[in-house]
Every structure is written in structure tokens, then in C-alpha cells.
């Protein structure tokens, strides 16, 4: 309790999942872990990812 977990890196996609008052101690985190912001996959790819039945 009280301390940031080791793999917080993993579940931070861009700069905007940080929280605003936390922000500062979680970017040096990352910059020690070497992260890279990642893509956001658009919620609007849902319905063309889903499969159809045969027949349809």
C-alpha cells in the first residue's frame, strides 16, 4: 500500500490515463521503465471484428 506497482508501465497507454494528481511521479516511473505511448484501438472497430454465422 503507498507505493506505485512495477508494472504500471503496462497499463498506461497515453498521458491522458494518468491521473492529473498523480502525474509527476508516474512519468518518472515510466521514463525509468523506458515506456512508449501506445495506440488507443478505436471502439468503433467492435461490430467489424465480430464474426458472422454461415448463411447471413
Avoid: C, N, Q, S
Amino acid at each position: 500500500y503507498g507505493v506505485m506497482p512495477d508494472d504500471i508501465h503496462l497499463f498506461i497507454r497515453t498521458k491522458a490515463d494518468i491521473p492529473i494528481t498523480m502525474k509527476d511521479e508516474i512519468l518518472t516511473l515510466l521514463e525509468e521503465k523506458g515506456w512508449e505511448k501506445r495506440r488507443v484501438p478505436d471502439p468503433t472497430l467492435l461490430p467489424r471484428l465480430i464474426r458472422k454465422r454461415r448463411g447471413d
